[in-house]
């Protein structure tokens, strides 16, 4: 039997179970997942292009494994308090670079290396990672706040879903760069140049629980948002293409129907 949590809502006490809890964790870790996923593939696969740029079975298949090692980290960072520690901005930047290896780990076997298509499973790897962190996240910050009488949803809402989106930004481009870099054969270059966004990022959300201010705490989570939708216009839209045109080139290939850049 699951847990019951005594909350007030609209001054009378009603009971939600953790099933409950953990469906808005799931809704609100996948949702932008899912829209930043249709977003940028609807140009690369059918019916935009007759014959798509990647195999949808291998980046489910990879999403999936993103959300495994998502959770994982998550557990990590919540089991050896990361976050929360004195040296949680050194803690959570080394993290980053876990972080973009365990993406390497995944996406460094020989069916990869050199593989276009590579490209898109490095950003579905990312994309996963990022949900499974999203909702672990949002899991555990709406059951803590179910347990006060009167939660503030006005407060914990926009915070759940901030922080997804952020990180759906960051952590899709960064395994893009990933993709990219076992496309080209050279995996730590762009582990290198993901490293900087990453760590970045990750010292910002080591910074959310230095803070005592919810103005400043709101000033943070924009911040990160903005931050990874840089990045993740810079990877997705602006050298997306021109990357894809220049692998398929190595490999002696062409396509004409590849989108343009915005």
């Known amino acids: 039997m699951l847990p019951h949590l005594p909350i007030i809502l609209n001054g009378e006490p009603i009971s939600v179970t953790m099933d409950w809890i953990y469906g808005l964790a799931l809704l609100v870790g996948f949702a932008p997942v899912f829209v930043a996923m249709d977003t940028v593939l609807k140009n690369y696969t059918y019916p935009r292009v007759e014959n ?3 195999k949808d079975s ?42 973009l290896m365990a993406m390497v780990v995944v996406m460094n076997l020989r069916r990869f290396r050199g593989k276009s298509d590579s490209i898109f499973y490095g950003f579905g790897l990312g994309l996963g990672m990022a949900a499974g962190l999203a909702s672990g996240y949002a899991y555990v910050i ?28 960051i952590f899709g481009a960064c395994g893009t760069n990933i993709g990219e870099g076992i496309a080209r054969h050279i995996p730590m270059q762009f582990v290198l140049q993901a490293a900087i966004p990453m760590v970045a990022f990750n010292m910002l959300m080591a ?17 990160m948002v903005i931050l990874g939708a840089f990045y993740f216009y810079k990877c997705l839209f602006r050298n997306l293409p021109a990357i894809v045109r220049e692998v398929l080139k190595m490999n002696g290939q062409k396509r004409d129907d ?5």
Do not use: N
């Not at 915070?159 to 952020?166: I, K």
């Not at 590849?258 to 915005?262: F, H, L, N, S, V």
């Open 52 to 54: 798509p740029f990647f």
């Open 58 to 99: 291998t980046f489910f298949g990879l999403l999936a494994v993103g959300i495994v090692e998502g959770v994982v980290l998550f557990l990590v960072i919540r089991m050896f308090g990361l976050q929360s520690s004195q040296l949680s901005v050194i803690y959570m930047a080394v993290m980053g670079i876990i972080e």
């Open 142 to 169: 709406c059951g803590l706040a179910m347990e006060v009488e009167s939660p503030d949803y006005a407060v914990i809402i926009p915070y759940v879903v901030l922080l997804s989106v952020a990180m759906t930004f």
């Open 207 to 223: 910074a959310l629980d230095m803070v005592d201010s919810v103005f400043m705490v709101f000033v943070i989570l924009i911040v």
């Open 258 to 262: 590849i989108p343009k850049a915005r």
